[in-house]
């Protein structure tokens, strides 16, 4: 790396310097779990977009899908276009309909919350069961995180793989714990333009320095032409419609991101949301694009087979070409990327403890102090586990992401989806669709002999579940139907 590790490093402590600083002052803006867990519902259309983006794309973007990028070639083009198009439905047909629909049954923090008053579950069971599922998946996406985390360390600094993860953990817990939403919501924002700059610049060098674009796609024939192709993988056999439409299928994942979705429930104003779709839609679109060509450019500045891992090519693009100090803001960015998301899933996880489990289950009358307490020693317990699981440096972002992107689509998508358009859906059709669409994920994940992401199948199913047991038992109540259409009335 250009330059000295001393440089890199002062860069990087004031960064954390700044990001816990905000999570001082978040820590003391936070009164209550309304506060912990959406920041009262607050954000402005910016704030919002940026803090969804920052929270969905994570270090994967960085690492993974430049890595992807890199061994695939013209094929990871499918997945970003999926990304796309799946963020851009997101906040077109859901953002407003579910900001409004959580507000009106019960002011509704969370997501299993959502699920029980919005089908008024006395039972408790739809509540429990999707914090189950939020708790399960979370745990391998945390896990990305801190993989990625700890890729960055080991890179940069010459740390032991496991020491890096550690330092990686205790920065992004630290500020979560005391700042929650607010904390995540605000240091996103930062992130967020981070990331795109980042993302703009690293390519761009990278293009000067292998001489121009078509250079780089000369030095991509060179090293196999089925890197440049749509439609054939790197061995030349033909992709396929099961392995384009897995490929597409990552943007129905949007649909169920309990991190994506508790950011259009935070937003301030229903009147701010077109504002926010046009801000998160263009930032996704360029930080998508350059991903894409950091990884293919990488492949003319180091050759195909040149890294050990090709999910550090961004990192090793970022040392290979700038000065220490400009490295020390890049890298910024990636560990920004990777609190980004962390802290996002940490703090739903910790809500669905708190408020799903511990209030719902044991402590009915337990105190908002009580329940910002339970969410942040939550947000340790979680963290730990999720360290274990991040511990074998085999483990690759993008594997673990893809995993836990597909339980919570195929687990939470289609219910999200026809709760707000669906007036004949009952409680017994979301339990069916939340614990089919999970239980797919899961299964498919094992037996899957075509190469068909799981995702697909699990939201198949999960639509098909809910809608034949919806039919097939009682309607829903009138109580039910009338919040229905008074919500609809305000679309």
């Known amino acids: 790396m250009t330059g000295n590790i001393g440089t890199v490093s002062a860069t990087f402590a004031v960064y954390i310097a700044v990001m816990l600083l905000l999570g001082y002052v978040a820590y003391k803006r936070t009164t209550n779990l309304s506060d912990y867990i959406l920041g009262g519902r607050t954000l402005g259309p910016g704030t919002a977009a940026l803090s969804a983006g920052a929270s969905d794309m994570s270090g994967w973007l960085l690492l993974g899908l430049p890595g992807y990028a890199m061994a695939a070639g013209y094929e990871a083009t499918w997945i970003a276009a999926g990304l796309l198009i799946g963020t851009w439905l997101n906040w077109l047909i859901v953002s407003r309909r579910l900001r ?7 002011d509704s923090l969370t997501l299993p919350a959502y699920f029980e008053f919005r089908f008024e579950d006395k039972t408790r069971l739809l509540r429990v069961i999707s914090a189950i599922f939020i708790l399960l998946f979370f745990l391998f996406y945390t896990s990305s995180g ?23 953990t205790l920065i992004i817990v630290s500020y979560t714990f005391f700042g929650g939403f607010l904390a995540v919501s605000w240091t996103d924002v930062i992130q967020g333009l981070l990331m795109a700059a980042a993302l703009v610049v ?12 078509d250079q780089a796609q000369a030095s991509m024939e060179a090293s196999n032409p089925n890197l440049l192709t749509f439609f054939t993988d790197v061995e030349g056999e033909s992709l396929g419609f099961v392995a384009i439409i897995s490929l597409l299928g990552w943007g129905l994942g949007y649909f ?28 996704t679109a360029v930080c998508l694009v350059a991903a894409l060509f950091t990884g293919w450019i990488g492949i003319g500045y180091f050759g195909a087979e040149s890294l050990a891992d090709t999910e550090t090519v961004f990192l090793a693009l970022i040392q290979a070409l700038t000065h220490p100090i400009v490295a020390g803001i890049l890298l910024a960015a990636v560990l920004a990327a990777i609190m980004s998301t962390a802290d996002s899933q940490l703090l739903v996880s910790s809500s669905a403890l708190a408020e799903d489990f511990y209030k719902a289950l044991f402590r009915r009358d337990a105190s908002q102090q009580q329940l910002v ?10 963290a730990v586990i999720a360290l274990i699981f991040a511990f074998d440096p085999e483990s690759t972002v993008l594997g673990l992401v893809s995993y836990a992107w597909a339980g919570f689509g195929a687990a939470f998508g289609p219910a999200i989806l026809l709760s707000l358009f669906w007036k004949r859906m009952n409680r017994n059709g979301a339990l069916a669709g939340i614990i089919v669409g999970g239980v797919t994920v899961v299964i498919w994940k094992q037996i899957d002999t075509i190469g068909l992401y799981e995702i697909i199948p699990g939201f198949i199913l999960a639509t098909v579940a809910i809608v034949i047991v919806s039919l097939v038992t009682a309607p829903p109540s009138a109580s039910i139907e009338r919040t229905f259409d008074d919500v609809a009335g305000r679309y």
Do not use: C, M
């Not at 309990?258 to 935070?266: G, I, T, Y």
């Open 100 to 106: 409004v629909y959580s507000h009106a049954v019960n």
């Open 202 to 213: 690293v390519p761009i060098l990278a293009l000067n320095s292998v001489g121009g674009w």
């Open 146 to 168: 801190l993989v990625a985390a700890g890729k960055l360390f080991e890179s940069t600094f010459g740390l032991d793989y496991r020491i890096a993860v550690v330092l990686g």
């Open 373 to 382: 307490w339970v969410g942040r020693f939550a947000v340790v317990g979680i």
């Open 256 to 283: 169920g991101q309990p991190h994506v979705l508790a950011r259009f429930k935070a937003i301030g104003d229903d009147a701010a949301l077109p504002t926010a779709r046009r801000i998160a839609v263009v930032w």
